[in-house]
């Protein structure tokens, strides 16, 4: 390290010294000189009085004789001082007895005379006294010449400034001496250490104390210093792992993150970028980006061009939600972008960051399609049928033209499901929905809603009502005719029909809700009309329409009021009536119509959202009454109350944890519950809804299975669901004692119970030959009218406490 002479600090040091030294010198000397200046005035004064003094007699002689010669004496007498430059002598009338006046040199020191004293010359006047009598016979006048006075003076104020400046300097010199031994040797051997520091490995980089230095301030300088050193050593060794870290952490994101600068070189890339163009991070750094790019795809090279320098220009961050970036496998991928303006070492740069969703957006394309596409047929679904039919009826209205809507049902494909198996069922739908999307026009929307249910949307068919109707009923029976074409699948040869209602939208305000209820009722008049045709709705139908749609809003109402009641009717021994459960069943106490009984409302409610709130609506009651009874015990221990569940409940995502909560809620365990499924229920998911059983039955929940031998396939999915009893259907009760096929029918059953080791329910019991014939039949339990009506809690609880019940 080399610093220059006079910026060294024992020269400032030493300059600042002297110039101090020459301040303190200056004042001391000019404090002398004047002094000095001021005893040399009273000297000469002084000098001036002896000088009057001796030359005084014989000039008053002089006077007083009126000698001139004696005059003239005196005065030559008095130019042997050269600092008179004139005399005179006067007598006491003023009169020149004689005289002598020379004039003033100049010379360097005149000015400052003049200054000091006020002028060059100064005159003095001596009365001549005799001293006989003391009268002034005359004067003597001397005037002085001050500069010629003051010679003495200035030579030695000279002197006095010489002599201080030479000393001065001297000690300038000794001073730059000492302070370079004792200072700046020192520091600059601290400074050459200092300067060598980043030259040196990490741990070899503290510096040495200067001889005789190690406990003065610059021994603390240099222990402070290898202490700074030591931290940042320390500080950079932590650098370095956090930037090794660091370059872990950017070479594993899945991003591609890379740093353009203003010439679009490559300056930082992580190992996705590399990846990205088949190299490696060394082969992409000083790349020219643009140019890279444009070799695989030149438009996203001039997209990208524009983009980096709206960064750089306008300092904007750019981001895009979805892009396109082709990459050295000419692959367009679909990427994230964002931009940024970013400083890089001291220069201003673009961070870019692209995340490749490409993946992301083909699986969100792929929700959006099971959004709005069946994945069976991939016939558009309900969601996206709602929409098109929405767009289709303003359309019409727009256009002053008819269109419409037809719900297409297949007829008795429950059976096949229920006899063939739903791999059966599957692949009949998919054929169905070929045939039906042949017949389509560009214009048409054809979804399937639901197991076997169709909407096929008909935008404007004509602007005449009559030609509308007949068009649509011409492509409804055309519809009919592909479907009951025979379908082959393997071995099985089938003829399907549809049971098709038909609703015509003008250009009135009409709700896609509304076209699809009248579309619906029109198919289930066609249903109830033998199937396998066409109906188009008509106000008659309206009614029904209109009858739902109060029922729904009479159903909300009930929900709200709390006009649901829960009755229960009780399930007994064969032998001597003795309470063995009892069966929940649901009441609508109607404010107009009174009590109703699920056959009014079940099946509506079953088909829409509301059954989840009548549902725990009813195991709410039952919890709450077993809970009392639990207090009090008044009913027989353990006793089962079941409740109905229908497909909807069952399948709900949420139903098991909601039976769980409420179980809990009141303090409950499945022990007093025993829930009633139907054998269509279980079979809409047989895989799922084993599961869900299984899940209930860890509770000490049991299971029954409702209207037992109604069904098309009951022996065959029996074995297979965990179920505890079977509840044979009152079809079968009525006629046992006198119709031989269904007592032998009911028979079989409970024989096939019993060996499956299944309790077995009679329902419908009400004639006492029925009760007889079913006794012969061991571990028949019995439920009907015989034995109770479903009654309130409040009085079930009445009569079957323990304290009513027959010894």
């Known amino acids: 390290m080399s610093v220059d002479f006079f910026q060294r600090i024992s020269v400032r040091l030493a300059r600042n010294a002297v110039l101090v030294a020459v301040l303190i010198g200056l004042l001391g000397a000019a404090l002398q000189v ?41 005065i030559r007498g008095l130019r042997n001082y050269r600092f008179l430059h004139q005399v005179s002598i006067l007598d006491d009338r003023k009169n020149v007895l004689a005289a002598y006046a020379a004039a003033i040199q100049p010379s360097r020191t005149s000015s400052f005379t003049q200054w000091f004293l006020g002028g060059l010359s100064k005159e003095y006047q001596y009365p001549l006294v005799n001293p006989d009598n003391g009268n002034v016979e005359g004067t003597l006048i001397l005037a002085l010449d001050n500069d010629m006075a003051m010679a003495p003076f200035y030579g030695r104020a000279l002197y006095i400034f010489l002599s201080g400046l030479v000393s001065n300097i001297f000690l300038a010199l000794i001073l730059l001496l000492l302070f370079n031994r004792l200072l700046t040797s020192p520091l600059t051997n601290i400074a050459d250490q200092i300067g060598s520091v980043s030259q040196r490995k990490l741990g070899q980089r503290s510096i040495k104390h200067p001889l005789g230095h190690k406990r003065d301030e610059l021994g603390f300088i240099v222990d402070s210093t290898n202490q700074f050193i030591e931290q940042v050593d320390s500080s950079q060794a932590k650098l370095k792992a956090s930037e090794l870290q660091l370059r872990v952490v950017v070479d594993s994101s899945p991003n591609l993150l890379f740093v353009l600068n203003n010439q679009h070189e490559i300056v930082f890339a992580n190992q996705r970028m590399a990846e990205f163009y088949g190299t490696d991070i060394e082969g992409l750094i000083g790349q020219n980006y643009l140019e890279l790019q444009q070799s695989l795809n030149l438009l996203e090279a001039d997209r990208i061009a524009d983009e980096v320098m709206r960064v750089l220009s306008h300092n904007e961050r750019i981001n895009h939600d979805s892009a396109t970036l082709t990459d050295i496998y000419n692959v367009e991928r679909t990427v994230q972008v964002t931009r940024i303006p970013f400083s890089f070492s001291g220069s201003t740069c673009v961070l870019s960051i692209a995340g490749d969703i490409t993946d992301r957006v083909a699986a969100e394309a792929h929700v959006e ?43 008795d494909f429950k059976r096949i499901n229920d006899t063939m198996g739903h791999s059966i069922g599957d692949q009949l739908l998919v054929v169905l929905s070929e045939r039906m999307k042949v017949q389509m026009r560009s214009t048409d929307t054809l979804a399937r809603v639901g197991g076997d249910e169709f909407v096929l949307s008909l935008p404007e068919l004509s602007e005449q009502l009559e030609d509308a109707e007949s068009k649509a009923a011409y492509l409804a029976e055309a519809l009919n005719v592909r479907i009951n074409v025979p379908i082959r699948i393997g071995e099985h040869e089938f003829r399907m029909s549809a049971s098709i ?49 109060q029922l729904e809003h009479d159903l909300r109402q009930a929900l709200l009021e709390d006009q649901f009641e829960v009755y229960l009717q009780p399930i007994v021994s064969q032998f001597d009536g003795a309470l063995v459960s009892a069966e929940a069943l649901l009441r609508w106490q109607h404010p107009t119509q009174g009590l109703l009984t699920p056959i009014h409302f079940i099946n509506f409610l079953e088909n829409s959202n509301m059954i989840h709130e009548v549902g725990q ?34 399948f709900h995502p949420d139903y098991v944890e909601n039976v769980k909560a409420t179980l809990f809620r009141y303090g409950l365990t499945g022990q007093r519950l025993e829930f009633e499924i139907t054998e269509g229920v279980a079979i809409q998911n047989i895989s799922d809804a084993i599961e869900i059983m299984r899940q209930l039955k860890s509770l000490g929940i049991t299971f029954a299975l409702d209207d037992f031998g109604t069904g098309y396939s009951s022996l065959s999915y029996l074995k297979q669901l965990p ?69 309130p809690m409040p009085e079930f609880h009445q009569k079957w406490k323990k304290a009513s019940l027959p010894e």
């Open 34 to 74: 004047m002094i000095d200046a001021r005893t040399q005035v009273r000297q000469f004064q002084t000098q001036l009085d002896e000088i009057a003094l001796v030359s005084g007699s014989s000039a008053q002689r002089a006077v007083y004789l009126l000698d001139n010669v004696l005059a003239e004496e005196v």
């Open 369 to 411: 399609h099971l959004a709005y596409y069946d994945t069976l047929t991939d016939l558009p679904n309900r969601n996206l049928i709602l929409d098109r039919l929405e767009m289709d009826i303003r359309r019409a209205q727009r256009n002053g033209q008819y269109g419409a809507v037809m719900f297409v049902d297949i007829d």
């Open 501 to 549: 209602g038909i609703a015509i939208y003008s250009t009135q305000d009409e709700s896609v809700e509304e076209m699809l209820r009248f579309a619906d009722t029109a198919m289930y008049q066609a249903k109830r009309n033998g199937k396998h045709r066409h109906e188009l709705f008509q106000l008659s139908m309206a009614t029904e329409a209109t009858r739902l749609v």
């Open 617 to 650: 609506l009813v195991i709410d009651r039952v919890c709450q009454y077993l809970a009392a009874d639990k207090i009090d015990h008044q009913l027989p221990d353990n006793l089962r109350i079941s409740l109905n569940v229908s497909a909807r409940e069952l």
């Open 723 to 791: 179920v505890d009893t079977v509840k044979i259907d009152k079809s079968f009760i009525n006629d046992i004692t006198h119709d031989n096929q269904d007592a032998a029918l009911v028979a079989c059953i409970m024989a096939i119970a019993q060996t499956l080791n299944l309790k077995t329910v009679a329902e419908g019991v009400e004639q006492l030959d029925q009760a007889d014939w079913l006794r012969q039949y061991d571990g028949v339990c019995m439920q009907g009218y015989l034995y109770s009506k479903p009654i």
